[in-house]
């Protein structure tokens, strides 16, 4: 079955539109300050409600991903998929580099080097929840009117140009000589595997830990509200919802039971767009079809 023949780009245009109109918003809040602390708790609260949606619809670094990517649609480049074992596996390292995080951020407690008396730092992320500050990165405007404290790529005129974890990178390696060049380096190498590889970051950022593991525990089944569903008596196993998932979803395909649970989609809901089968995935919010595919 020919996937071009069903071809469909109308969510995929309004989900980009979504992530540029967040990109001004987080670039105005940038500007603006606001509590970082606080951002952090709303990025994972919706996680355990809306399961991956900010990657998927929010995410600036998702946003330069999805722009590459066009650009090498544009280009009628090919793209590369990992092998599956591969693609997992880097799924699955980002709860890894979460909870050394978390630790890092614990043992300053447990060490005594932090006291309960610094929890107020929480909301601008200060000492001791500087390391939360990872989870914010992919949030980070490529431009900006003044020099950030960390330093930046380069600067024209006034405006500095950086990208996601370079503040990161120039942090914790500033007595380094070789900071800036690292610096580079990193963003050159996503930037020229995100061309061949899409969504190649969110298969192990951290920010994009998705909670819906709690699901696991019968109270909590419900969550996440908002979820991707299928018609298993619709499906005829073509395969082009595997073929066309930015990172490699394979349940959708595989699922037998209707609502697919993995916290590896970010519903994009490309899926669901190029599906040739009327009506065979559905995006849900709780019991309530918000889109299905119209395809024949």
């Known amino acids: 079955m020919n996937c071009t ?12 539109a979504v992530q540029v109109l967040f990109f001004f918003l987080i670039f105005y809040m940038t500007i603006i300050g ?37 650009l090498r649609n544009l280009l009628k480049r090919p793209h590369w998929p990992l092998p599956q074992k591969l693609n997992q596996t ?11 995080i978390l630790v890092i951020v614990l043992l300053s407690f447990i060490l005594g080097s932090a006291t309960i008396f610094d929890l107020p730092n929480f909301i601008w992320l200060r000492p001791p929840f500087v390391p939360f500050t990872f989870f914010l990165e992919p949030l980070q405007p490529f431009i900006l009117p003044w020099k950030p404290p960390f330093g930046a790529l380069f600067e024209i005129n006034g405006a500095y ?20 060049p690292i610096a580079y380096i990193f963003t050159t ?34 969550l996440p ?44 809901l490309r899926c669901v767009e190029m599906c040739p089968q009327k009506n065979c995935l559905s995006l ?13």
Not at 161 to 180: C, D, H, W
């Open 189 to 222: 190498a996503t930037l020229v595997v995100s061309f061949k590889v899409r969504r190649f970051w969110c298969r192990f950022c951290p920010t994009g830990i998705s909670l819906s593991i709690i699901n696991r525990f019968k109270p909590l089944r419900a």
């Open 90 to 100: 880097l799924h699955k390292t980002r709860y890894v580099i979460a909870l050394v």
């Open 284 to 296: 849900k919010f709780t019991n309530k079809t918000l889109y299905k595919n119209y395809n024949q």
């Open 161 to 180: 140009f950086t990208y996601p974890y370079v503040g990161e990178i120039m942090i914790y390696l500033q007595k380094s000589r070789f900071v800036l």
């Open 34 to 70: 606001i509590w970082k602390g606080v951002l952090v708790l709303a990025i994972f609260g919706m996680t355990i409600f809306l399961g991956r949606f900010f990657c998927g619809w929010i995410c600036p670094f998702g946003l330069y991903m999805d722009t590459i990517t066009g």
């Open 225 to 268: 509200l908002l979820s991707l569903n299928k018609d298993t008596q619709k499906c005829t196993k073509c395969g082009i919802c595997k073929r066309v998932c930015p990172v490699q979803v394979t349940e959708i395909y595989e699922n037998k039971t209707g609502k697919i649970r993995t916290s590896m989609c970010i519903l994009c």
């Open 5 to 16: 023949k069903y071809k469909n780009k109308k969510i995929h245009t309004i989900r980009y």
